[in-house]
């Protein structure tokens, strides 16, 4: 009886071994030809990182190169007695400024001058004239002022008509400058820093901004603003353009846009998009990638008059000194000269540090990483606001104010 | 003429009170009700969390000399973390762990350092937080204390001085050593040597070669590194120039260190009136260096 019903169950139990074991096989062949195509595409990669390892170019390490160098402008030499290809040399490298002075744009051609003119609106806003509140007014993150009255209660102050970069300077355009030797033409510096413009070398040793290399900036920088650079070279840069730093009124007034409400009082605008934070439209700490990023990103940040990255990414040199006022309103004592930095940066952590009102101080040597630039002309500097007021096409008008180039206008304040 | 009624017992209640509470900090015992511990001043919420969440927290000390911004970094660390989403953030356990950011936090908006930790430890901020990675299943739980420099260097120099610091260290599982990088830079060699002293100390409280303060890891936190060109480049190369003595120290005393560098303040003025002095105050905030040496330590404690 057992032995024959034994039979039976161990055939059952036989076949479903051999089941087994084929189901096994089959499952193993499958997960080891699986694990093998896993393993061999591992290795492939190990493989691959290994030779990026010993040819020294990690991915990380990649970004820390310099460019292939650009061919720069000033590369190309230029025949001084060809006027059209000095003038074409100038508009590529941004110095329609220069064009539209009084001296120069009386010898341009019209089609010349239109180019000029066209740069200019291309690539600067028109900022009108008017009276801008500038003063002291640090808030706490609830919104609430500082008790009892500033000593130092804030000014109005009438600006002149200008025109001011739509986007921060970036690592492009300053090359443009280095490549022109730019650190080497003295008349372009203040005479008190000659000393110290030797000093102003990349990371290799190079003139240049501080995190550059070779004289170059870094693979994939050529759109982010340009950042480590002092105050004396920012002006350097604008002044080889023909340009100058926006002062602070110049720059409050483009971010906050006030508009007169009655004689007396007028709005202005806490944000250039508005009166309320929206960290979305700026670079700040932990509304961004916590690193610079190129010039034309956050879009909707952008001011009523068309300048773009007032808030955020990097702070702004000014031509203005930095007074050091406390949340009180009470005088600072600083431990060296600074000047007045505007705007925030990507590592900016407080809403109340990143309005138009606000304003931080860095000393004029510092060369930091979140600090770059952007510039400022005056219209009456330029020949465009003459045919622009009267409607001529005079192309011998002159400048009749006589202020010197460059220079930003004297502050009207009233109190 | 009598009355039965039925009278509640409520002596049970009373139960609890014979009950003793055992400090987290120091282990001793303590009434239900207590606020601080009466050995240790350690604030006696610490032990009711434990019990009632049925974890044990480990504990991380932030230390350093008198002015070195520990306050400043603790307060910045916590709301970095806590502002951070799909990253590394924190969780405050209890309304007390939130006092030491909403303070730090509140003077630093208003453009001022805040105020000098007391030597008192009844009067210390003590932070109890969860730890959250997107990448770990199970959060971990912190306690960070904000001590008084002052109160650390009494008990580094007469050890049993402060019972709390005593305890705690003891049962740290790992440290964030402050240093001022400015004043290093500047020559003041009391950084330096505050922080040997330090170091020696953690190493002759727990000198088991396994689980003693040798293996246990340490980071070295060079404060107010914006204020030093190079010291962010490379935090360790500036210990070795500017505080030789320390980093041969680590080298030689503990397995498991790193040099870092921190920043809170882009740049700094200073204040002065009759009443408060001379006083340093910053002149915007941006943070930098503050979560990767805290990340650095959660490698080794999870």
Request: include cysteine; glycine fraction near 8%.
């Amino acid at each position: 009886m057992v032995a024959a019903r034994i039979p039976p169950v161990l055939s059952a139990t036989a076949a479903l071994s051999t089941f087994n074991l084929l189901t096994g096989l089959f499952v193993s062949s499958l997960w080891l030809s699986g694990a093998g195509a896993v393993g061999g595409a591992y290795l492939l990669l190990r493989i691959a990182a290994m030779r990026r390892r010993k040819d020294g170019d990690t991915p990380e390490e990649e970004d820390q190169q310099p460019a292939v160098r650009p061919m720069a402008v000033a590369d190309r030499a230029v025949d001084p007695n060809d006027t059209d290809a000095l003038v074409a040399q100038f508009l590529a490298q941004g110095r329609f400024p220069l064009l539209l002075r009084k001296q120069v744009a009386g010898n341009l051609t019209p089609g010349q001058l239109e180019k000029a003119v066209e740069a200019l609106h291309e690539t600067m806003a028109l900022i009108p004239e008017g009276e801008v509140t500038v003063g002291p007014e640090w808030r706490d993150e609830e919104g609430e002022t500082g008790e009892g009255e500033p000593a130092v209660p804030p000014r109005v102050v009438r600006v002149q008509q200008l025109f001011l970069d739509r986007y921060p300077v970036t690592n492009r355009q300053y090359f443009e400058f280095v490549a022109a030797g730019g650190y080497e033409q003295m008349p372009l510096w203040d005479p008190a820093i000659w000393p110290a413009v030797l000093d102003f070398v990349d990371a290799t040793g190079e003139p240049g901004p501080r995190f550059w290399k070779c004289g170059c900036y870094l693979r994939g920088q050529e759109n982010l603003p340009v950042v480590g650079i002092s105050w004396y070279e920012a002006a350097a840069y604008a002044r080889w353009l023909g340009k100058r730093l926006p002062t602070d009124a110049e720059w409050i007034k483009a971010g906050s846009w006030p508009v007169a409400v009655s004689a007396t009082s007028r709005h202005q605008r806490k944000y250039p998009w508005g009166d309320v934070m929206d960290r979305s439209r700026a670079n700040l700490w932990g509304s961004g990638p916590e690193k610079t990023v190129a010039v034309d990103e956050f879009p909707t940040g952008v001011s009523v008059g068309g300048v773009y990255q007032l808030i955020g990414n990097v702070w702004e040199w000014t031509a203005s000194s930095f007074r050091g006022i406390d949340c009180h309103g009470d005088p600072l004592l600083l431990p060296t000269p600074m000047k007045s930095i505007r705007g925030g940066a990507f590592d900016t952590y407080f809403d109340n540090q990143a309005t138009c009102q606000f304003q931080s101080g860095e000393t004029l040597l510092a060369r930091k990483h979140n600090v770059g630039m952007r510039c400022a002309v005056g219209a009456c500097d330029l020949v465009l606001a003459r045919l622009v007021e009267t409607g001529e096409n005079d192309r011998s008008a002159s400048h009749e104010d006589g202020s010197a180039a460059g220079a930003p206008p004297a502050e009207e304040v009233q109190t | 003429m009598t009355k039965s009624v039925i009278q509640p017992l409520e002596s049970y209640r009373l139960a609890q009170y014979a009950l003793p509470i055992r400090c987290y900090i120091c282990e001793s015992e303590n009434t239900f009700d207590a606020e601080f511990c009466t050995h240790c001043l350690a604030p006696m919420a610490l032990a009711h969390q434990a019990n009632s969440q049925k974890v044990c927290p480990k504990m991380v000390a932030v230390l350093g000399p008198s002015a070195v911004g520990k306050t400043v970094y603790l307060g910045m660390l916590m709301d970095m973390l806590s502002r951070r989403a799909r990253k590394l953030h924190v969780l405050a356990r209890g309304a007390f762990s939130i006092t030491l950011q909403q303070t730090t936090l509140a003077a630093l908006a208003r453009g001022e350092f805040p105020e000098k930790t007391t030597n008192d430890p009844d009067h210390w901020n003590w932070v109890h937080c969860q730890i959250r990675h997107p990448r770990q299943r199970h959060p971990l739980e912190l306690i960070m204390p904000d001590m008084a420099g002052e109160a650390i260097f009494e008990e580094v120099n007469h050890p049993h001085a402060y019972r709390v610091i005593h305890s705690f260290l003891r049962k740290c599982t790992a440290a964030l050593v402050l240093i001022d990088a400015a004043r290093l830079r500047d020559g003041q060699r009391e950084q330096d040597y505050f922080t040997m002293k330090l170091l020696s100390y953690l190493r002759e409280l727990n000198d088991d070669p396994k689980r003693g303060w040798a293996r246990r890891p340490v980071a070295l936190v060079l404060t107010k590194a914006d204020q030093c060109d190079g010291c962010q480049d490379d935090p360790e190369a500036f210990a070795r120039a500017h505080a030789a003595g320390l980093w041969q120290q680590c080298r030689d005393r503990f397995r498991t260190y790193g040099f870092f560098a921190a920043g809170v303040a882009g740049a700094c003025a200073f204040r002065e009136n009759r009443f408060e002095g001379r006083r340093q105050v910053p002149l915007r905030i941006e943070p930098h260096g503050i979560i990767e040496p805290f990340e650095w330590l959660l490698k080794y404690l999870t």
